[in-house]
């Protein structure tokens, strides 16, 4: 019991002595703000003394109230600083967005300077596309692509666009239509000019001998035998470069079917090529393919020689068609590029 009773005393002054300690510093914290407030009523006499011998002027106020107005006059200050810079970055603002909105309008007038410009050059496009498309023998009339895409002359007519659309966005989508819808004629031009292309390859329409020199010191049809002089049909040409050696072509693709010796061709080469053409090349010197080879338009095949009956070196140039003799005159105009 005694033991008990000690525990409690201990606990009491522990209590009291805790409850003094935050009695003390509520104390001091209330004595704290009762100070300020105390001292906040307290009055001070503003004196202003002019430099002439006028009245004085004094008045009185609390010390709480000289406190609030300079915090009001801090505020209004502040408030003006800030409105103050407000407004020179408003300014600043809007000096940029003058400057960008006159760089857009010069833009935009350079843009419609240019959009003109293309108006007039696709004009002259569409036109001499047209003049092309009807050589090449492809109707553009009769195109429905074309005809959707509209005749150029007629597009730049329509003025007419969405709401909020400038015409000059309307014009560049006409043109870029138009572009997309002739893709497909150009498509047919590519695929005519390659399909005529591989028709002068297949015929023999290239001048027999390298470089395109020499002359023709014979042609076809009636002449003198140089030997017998007597009238004879001749079959083909004679084409001199005055000297032996000089490279033979192959003048259309094709297969050789012959290469032999002749006592009148001397050494001589036979091409078969497509279409029933035959192309024969005598008094050679010597050639550069066999039989059964396949030989490309411009490929060298042989060079000329003078063997055979010959009054000296030349190039004797046939073209069969079918079972007949042909002039090679009419197809060598067709074509008179080497090549390479």
């Known amino acids: 019991m005694a033991r008990t009773r000690g525990y409690k005393r201990v606990e009491n002054n522990m209590v009291r002595a805790v409850g003094r300690f ?12 009762k100070g300020i407030v105390e001292g ?10 002019p430099h002439s011998q006028k009245k ?8 709480f109230s000289l406190v609030l107005f300079v915090v009001v006059l801090l505020g209004v200050f502040s408030a003006f600083f800030l409105y103050s810079r407000r407004i020179i970055i408003s300014e600043t603002t809007l000096a940029d967005l003058e400057r960008e909105i006159t760089e857009t309008r ?13 108006l007039n050059a696709a004009r002259n496009f569409q036109a001499s596309f047209s003049d092309t498309l009807s050589l090449v023998g492809i109707n553009t009339a009769s195109d429905e692509s074309l005809s959707r895409a ?17 015409p000059e966005v309307s014009d ?38 390298q470089g395109g020199i020499g002359h023709i010191s014979q042609m076809f049809g009636q002449n003198k ?7 004879y049909i001749h079959k083909g040409i004679d084409l001199s470069t005055y000297r032996s050696g000089d490279p033979v072509l192959a003048t259309a693709d094709g297969q050789v079917v012959m290469v032999d010796y002749d006592p009148g061709f001397g050494n001589y080469i036979i091409i078969k090529h497509k279409h029933g053409f035959y192309t024969r090349y005598a008094h050679l010197l010597s050639h550069k393919v066999k039989r059964g080879e396949h030989v490309e338009q411009g490929q060298v095949i042989g060079y000329i020689g003078n063997t055979g009956v010959s009054t000296g070196p030349h190039l004797h140039y046939e073209i069969h068609l079918g079972s007949e003799v042909v002039d090679p005159i009419k197809y060598l105009n067709i074509k008179v590029t080497n090549k390479k």
């Open 22 to 33: 935050f009695k003390k510093i509520f104390s001091a914290i209330a004595g704290f703000f």
């Open 40 to 49: 906040a009523r307290h009055k001070v006499t503003i004196m202003l003394v």
């Open 56 to 63: 004085v002027i004094n008045f009185q106020a609390s010390v």
């Open 106 to 118: 010069a833009s935009l007038d350079r843009l419609k300077d240019e959009t003109g410009s293309l």
């Open 150 to 166: 509209g005749d150029l002359s007629s597009l730049f007519n329509v003025r007419e666009t969405e709401q909020g659309v400038i």
């Open 172 to 209: 560049l989508k006409q043109i870029s239509d138009f572009l997309d819808n002739s893709v497909q004629s150009v498509e047919e031009i590519g695929k005519l000019l390659n399909s005529r292309d591989a028709l002068f390859s297949d015929i023999p329409s290239l001048w027999p001998i």
């Open 225 to 231: 035998h140089a030997f017998s002089k007597r009238w």
